[in-house]
């Protein structure tokens, strides 16, 4: 029995980043390259097999010129300004393993829930 892909761009987050590269006249290829990502990893983006964009969203909406804020929620927040620190610790959070960021995720919640 065959299994059928799921319908193209189930994802918003996905559905987001291909409408601005559409609206920015970016290519596919383009933009994969300028993120480091082979090409074929955008087909499993839009078809739901992988959520490995989260990896990159920072440098997706950097090169599209809109914030990672925009891409995840569909709001661009003009009240967000990152400092050299803020991007820093962007960066050394993207370098974790998996289960290191679900740990510092689950810090985070834990020091910021009241």
Known sequence: MRTSKKSIVENEIVRRIISTM???GV???DLMENIGV????FASWKYDNGKSYMNYI???ANY???TPE???HGKQ???IVYTEEDKELIKNFHRLSQAQ???VSQLVILFTSD
């Open 22 to 24: 559409k609206s920015n």
């Open 58 to 60: 920072d440098k997706i």
């Open 101 to 103: 960021k679900n740990h």
């Open 27 to 29: 290519r596919q290829k």
């Open 70 to 72: 925009f891409l995840i």
């Open 77 to 79: 927040t003009n009240d």
């Open 38 to 41: 082979a090409s074929q990893v």
């Open 64 to 66: 599209l010129n809109v």
